[in-house]
């Protein structure tokens, strides 16, 4: 069940029958165990019920036919006893038997078939939860929010649709069988028109599918479409109670909602004529056979009992008939689910397996961009080139920082510098190896994102994530992130401060702590290069400066990628990286681009006179 998917694991092809087969089997494999066994409890079961079914003409026949004419018991119940009272007693202890294998049977099955279902949800769980963790950030800004979630629920559910009455229907096809053996023993023109409701089944699920597949396509992507905008009214609901909007995203909902509810309507519609005509076949071919199993009798080709027999095996199809009606039902839907589940898995495969060289992992490392143009895709498979041709070099222990206006590139090679988003040419190396090919990159480098994620949980939990790392490290991760004031006041006195528990998004922290406990969360893992992608724009230029000088000053000072925008952090900087338009214009010190580059020099002198302002505001506060 652990582990990532196999190649071709999520891979669908052919007719819909073939591809039904694939789905069922990629189920069947993955809890071999629980779901044989409940297809052998259901086949017992069928088996039961058929010799339910025999043993019921035999006793017509042989008891209860001669019983009612005064004659002599026949078959080997006439063996057994001259009495009839008697042979039926021993009749109903044979019928109690059979009914006690039967419930066992059943019970058997469902306990089973619940337990492989369980295991198959949560492994489409997991291997969509390794594929979204694998897969670049470039692909995560085409996705909505919505579809992820959608995939990780509906979907993952849903795609186990046909596996809750797989072994139903097998234990099925197996009483259908063992009902045409039997009918055919009896008589020939009995088996034939009991059993010619099966290719009208056949017909009626072809249409059927052929219909539903397209609807259940368009719900699953309504669903996922009432999930984004759901997602995005309760992450923004700061915004969309300040700006008063939330009759207009009432709106918004409500007409998603409405156009869910109507394509699910639709498949409801189908649905409910499909199913009534699944269960039409079983009565229809009764009445068939009683006009056909009453002419045979009349000849003297068959017995009364036969008759019997056969009229209830065709009545027991009636479940089979349901129990294929069930899976043929939900195997359209579920095929839709298994591909949207297999895009994200396919997507992840896409991407360049994490590396195999191990590298040196002490000191500060060496970052080189060799002509690397970076892009993402444009939402419909088509790339986009957000950096072109950069060429950087991040020499080990230094701080480089990256300088730019707004959509210059700068968070792109951020990204790129820590992998998660990979170059479409060019390469970016760590210590002259391509990050594509490092093993254990996380051990190397470490990004702090503009945005800081706090998870609901205590403060060690937020700076370890569950590595193993001692207290003494997390005190003195938090305290070179200047944070640890802040924890310390978090608990009572005489409490344990690392155990303080956060909020959910860490809302009892402001927007510097939060930056600076994601800072903490780098630091602890003592990266040999730290990329800042504008982490500590929350946080007091004071506080930022006293960071930054600490991390020089550290004797395991690693190297520093900072994306700048205060004349104080790129002041601080060994080197200046000056971007524009998704091209690095300049590189250099800062007192060099500041003297050659018009357009450094521009933003430098514009970030000037907003520190002048602030400080002019601070001081006419005093």
């Known amino acids: 069940m652990n582990g990532p998917a196999r190649p071709g694991e999520y891979t669908l092809d ?44 035999d006793i017509t026949d042989d008891v209860v036919v001669p019983g009612v004419a005064g004659d002599p018991l026949g078959g080997r119940w006439g063996e057994m006893t001259d009495d009839p009272m008697t042979a039926i007693l021993y009749a109903g202890g044979a019928f109690a038997a059979i009914g006690i294998v039967i419930a066992l049977a059943q019970a058997a099955r469902q306990a ?56 139903f229907t097998v234990g099925s096809v197996v009483m259908m069988v063992a009902a045409a053996v039997q009918m055919w023993r009896a008589d020939p023109w009995l088996a034939v028109t009991g059993m010619a409701v099966i290719p009208a089944i056949l017909a009626v699920n072809y249409f059927f599918q ?124 579920a095929l839709v689910c298994f591909r949207r589940v297999g895009e994200i898995v396919e997507a992840a495969r896409e991407i360049d397996e994490p ?46 920082a990256l300088v730019g206006p707004t959509g210059s590139g700068k968070s792109t090679i951020a990204l790129a510098a820590s992998r998660l988003t990979l170059p479409a040419s060019g390469q970016v190396l760590l210590d002259g190896v391509p990050l594509s090919d490092v093993k254990n990159l996380e051990s190397h480098v470490a990004l702090v994102p503009q945005t800081a994620f706090v998870f609901a949980g205590t403060v060690r939990e937020n700076v370890t994530l569950g590595d193993d790392y001692d207290d003494n490290a997390v005190w003195d991760a938090l305290e070179r992130a200047s944070i640890h004031r802040v924890v310390r006041n978090l608990v009572e006195p005489g409490a344990d401060p690392l155990s303080a528990v956060l909020d959910e998004r860490g809302s009892n922290l402001s927007g510097g702590q939060r930056q600076r406990l994601a800072l903490a969360r780098a630091l602890v893992r003592r990266p040999r290069v730290l990329i800042l992608d504008d982490a500590t724009s929350a946080v007091d230029p004071v506080v930022e400066r006293e ?25 601080m900087a060994d080197s200046v990286v000056h971007m524009d338009s998704g091209r690095v214009v300049d590189a250099g010190s800062h007192d060099e681009l500041f003297s050659r580059d018009e357009g450094y020099r521009d933003i430098v002198l514009a970030y000037k006179r907003d520190a002048e302002r602030a400080a002019n505001e601070i001081g006419g506060a005093k």
């Open 112 to 167: 089973l078939t619940r337990a492989g279902v369980a295991r198959m949800s949560g492994r489409h769980r997991h291997v969509l939860s390794d594929s979204l963790a694998r897969l670049p950030m470039g692909w995560h800004r085409t996705q909505s929010s919505g579809r992820i979630l959608s995939a990780m629920s509906s979907d993952a559910d849903l795609t186990t649709g046909p596996l809750h009455p797989l072994a």
């Open 14 to 57: 052919g007719s819909f029958i073939r591809q039904s087969r694939q789905l069922l089997w990629h189920g069947v494999r993955q809890g071999p165990w629980y779901f044989g066994g409940s297809i052998v409890a259901a086949s017992v079961f069928s088996i039961m019920t058929i010799l339910f079914g025999t043993l019921l003409g």
């Open 355 to 400: 590396g195999h060289i191990e590298i040196e992992g002490c000191g500060a490392g060496t970052v080189s961009f060799v002509g690397a143009s970076i892009g993402a895709d444009d939402g419909h498979d088509e790339l986009t080139v957000l950096v072109e041709g950069a060429s950087i070099e991040l020499h080990a222990g230094t701080v480089t």
């Open 210 to 333: 052929r219909i539903i597949t397209p609807l259940w396509r368009r719900g699953q992507r309504l669903r996922a479409g009432v999930s984004t905008i759901a997602h995005e009214s309760f992450d923004g609901g700061t915004v969309v109670k300040a700006l008063g909007v939330e009759e207009r995203e009432g709106r918004r909902f409500a007409q998603a909602a409405r156009d869910l509810a109507e394509a699910d309507v639709r498949v409801g519609r189908v649905r409910a004529w499909f199913e009534p005509l699944m269960d039409l076949m079983a009565p229809l071919g009764a009445v068939a056979l009683m006009a056909v199993g009453s002419w045979r009798a009349s000849t003297g080709y068959v017995s009364v009992g036969d008759v019997i027999s056969a009229m209830y095996f065709v009545t027991l199809l009636a479940v089979p008939i349901r129990g294929i009606g069930w899976i043929l039902g939900q195997m359209p839907q």
């Open 547 to 571: 960071i930054l000088t600490g991390l020089s000053a550290s004797d395991d000072a690693p190297t520093v990628l900072l994306v700048a925008y205060r004349l104080a952090s790129i002041m």
